[in-house]
């Protein structure tokens, strides 16, 4: 991966120096203080400065290659949003990509977090998506859980959901949070804990 080195008196020089000829602003670049040195007449620090250009392009090679170890041909699409970068997969085959309840898929985002994390630090979120999987994903849950919902204020029955992960039981809980009628609990253990969408008491 490309990275440039600059050295000044201080670290504000020394990152204007990078900003000024990378002609970048500082939201798209990782700076890593690599030395600094402080003597009685003399101070020195060297800075370390990924642009996020350089980390998209890390990612997609990565992510490349690990596809191509799953024989899956795909197209990229990467975009930065603040603090975040979001990384949706095209491929020719999405179910071997995604996996039962995205399990394969959440598999994919937490490796491709850990390599980001070592590589680069925790500047920036990545999420990684199949085709908006996790998009189509959320509304249904968001639907089914205002279904349900529906459903127990009617027939005054608490119903018990699929086994979630714990970003999915959030998506439920948020969803219901200010519902009338019912609340919601989360239940079991880990991987198999699931929300119950339960009847409030004064209803």
Same mark, same amino acid.
């Given at each position: 991966?490309?990275?440039?080195?600059?050295?000044?008196?201080?670290?504000?020089?020394?990152?204007?120096?990078?900003?000024?000829?990378?002609?970048?602003?500082?939201?798209?670049?990782?700076?890593?203080?690599? #030395?600094? $040195?402080?003597?009685?007449?003399?101070?020195?620090?060297?800075?370390?400065?990924?642009?996020?250009?350089?980390?998209?392009?890390?990612? $997609? #090679?990565?992510?490349?290659?690990?596809?191509?170890?799953?024989?899956?041909?795909?197209?990229?699409?990467?975009?930065? =949003?603040?603090?975040?970068?979001?990384?949706?997969?095209?491929?020719?085959?999405?179910?071997?990509?995604?996996?039962?309840?995205?399990?394969?898929?959440? *598999?994919?985002?937490?490796?491709?977090?850990?390599?980001?994390?070592?590589?680069?630090?925790?500047?920036?979120?990545?999420?990684?998506?199949?085709?908006?999987?996790?998009?189509?994903?959320?509304?249904?849950? #968001?639907?089914?859980? =205002? $279904?349900?919902?529906?459903?127990?204020?009617?027939?005054?029955?608490?119903?018990?959901?699929?086994?979630?992960?714990?970003? #999915?039981? =959030?998506?439920?809980?948020?969803?219901? *949070?200010?519902?009338?009628?019912?609340?919601?609990? *989360?239940?079991?253990?880990?991987?198999? =804990?699931?929300?119950?969408?339960?009847? $409030?008491?004064?209803?």
């Amino acid at each position: 991966m490309k990275k440039y080195f600059y050295e000044a008196k201080s670290y504000e020089d020394a990152k204007n120096k990078a900003l000024a000829e990378l002609k970048i602003d500082e939201d798209n670049i990782i700076i890593n203080i690599l #030395e600094e $040195k402080q003597g009685i007449l003399k101070k020195n620090i060297k800075l370390e400065v990924i642009t996020i250009n350089d980390i998209i392009s890390f990612l $997609k #090679e990565t992510i490349s290659q690990i596809l191509n170890l799953m024989n899956i041909e795909a197209n990229l699409e990467i975009r930065k =949003r603040e603090k975040n970068i979001e990384i949706n997969i095209f491929s020719n085959n999405n179910s071997i990509l995604i996996g039962k309840e995205g399990k394969t898929l959440d *598999s994919l985002q937490n490796i491709i977090r850990q390599i980001t994390l070592k590589e680069f630090g925790e500047k920036y979120r990545v999420t990684v998506d199949v085709e908006n999987y996790k998009e189509h994903r959320i509304t249904n849950i #968001e639907r089914t859980a =205002r $279904k349900i919902a529906r459903e127990v204020a009617r027939t005054k029955v608490e119903a018990k959901l699929e086994t979630m992960n714990s970003y #999915e039981r =959030r998506i439920v809980h948020n969803t219901l *949070s200010n519902n009338k009628y019912v609340y919601t609990e *989360s239940i079991g253990e880990e991987p198999n =804990r699931y929300v119950v969408i339960k009847l $409030k008491e004064e209803n």
